[in-house]
T-cell receptor, first 114, second 113 residues
Framework: GAGVSQSPSNKVTEKGKDVELRCDPISGHTALYWYRQRLGQGLEFLIYFQGNSAPDKSGLPSDRFSAERTGESVSTLTIQRTQQEDSAVYLC????????????FGQGTRLTVV | AQSVTQLGSHVSVSEGALVLLRCNYSSSVPPYLFWYVQYPNQGLQLLLKYTSAATLVKGINGFEAEFKKSETSFHLTKPSAHMSDAAEYFCAVSYTGRRALTFGSGTRLQVQP
């Protein structure tokens, strides 16, 4: 498809388990972002990748969170030893670059930790 | 640190009334500013963006926003609200260079019949 694709769309996991969320950006987009949106709240920046530069990890809330991106393609966000407070919608976005370029968002992955 | 503040987490207007959603940014360098909308159970989509070409920016669905450097503001307006405008609206800021797109906390707009 032409848009940003995220999978799975929904994930229910038990506390303490690891989860992996996937994002397929729009082809050719060099910038990729991960955000977290807790129920009724705004978008919390987690991490972003820009081309081959080192990612900006300044938004990751703890060392249980990590993300990888292969070149300018797929990205995976991994949460280890999930906690109930990790329950949220995880949004991925991609853009042609930074600055004035529009970010295109996926539909998100709704993570529920029980 | 650069940031963006949205005043009012909830705004309620009557159908046909003026919509005004407030956004202020803080930065020492010229920003790029965006408004995104999130309709219920949908992803975020761009309403409009400011990129220094013009201070008054027109977007989709009749929305517009004016960049006021002296007030460090980028408020979103629409002359006449429609029921279909009910959604969550997010202001965001970005800059040239390796910096992430940063969002405000959002404003939920309700439109009363």
């Amino acid at each position: 498809g032409a848009g940003v694709s995220q999978s799975p769309s929904n994930k229910v996991t038990e506390k303490g388990k690891d989860v992996e969320l996937r994002c397929d950006p729009i082809s050719g987009h060099t910038a990729l972002y991960w955000y977290r949106q807790r129920l009724g709240q705004g978008l919390e920046f987690l991490i972003y990748f820009q081309g081959n530069s080192a990612p900006d990890k300044s938004g990751l809330p703890s060392d249980r969170f990590s993300a990888e991106r292969t070149g300018e393609s797929v990205s995976t966000l991994t949460i280890q030893r999930t906690q109930q407070e990790d329950s949220a919608v995880y949004l991925c976005a991609s853009s042609l670059g930074t600055g004035d370029t529009e970010a295109f968002f996926g539909q998100g992955t709704r993570l529920t930790v029980v | 640190a650069q940031s963006v503040t949205q005043l009012g987490s909830h705004v309620s207007v009557s159908e046909g009334a003026l919509v005004l959603l407030r956004c202020n940014y803080s930065s020492s360098v010229p920003p790029y500013l965006f408004w995104y909308v999130q309709y219920p159970n949908q992803g975020l989509q761009l309403l409009l963006k400011y990129t220094s070409a013009a201070t008054l920016v027109k977007g989709i669905n009749g929305f517009e926003a004016e960049f006021k450097k002296s007030e460090t503001s980028f408020h979103l307006t629409k002359p006449s609200a429609h029921m279909s405008d009910a959604a969550e609206y997010f202001c965001a800021v970005s800059y040239t260079g390796r910096r992430a797109l940063t969002f405000g906390s959002g404003t939920r707009l309700q439109v009363q019949p």
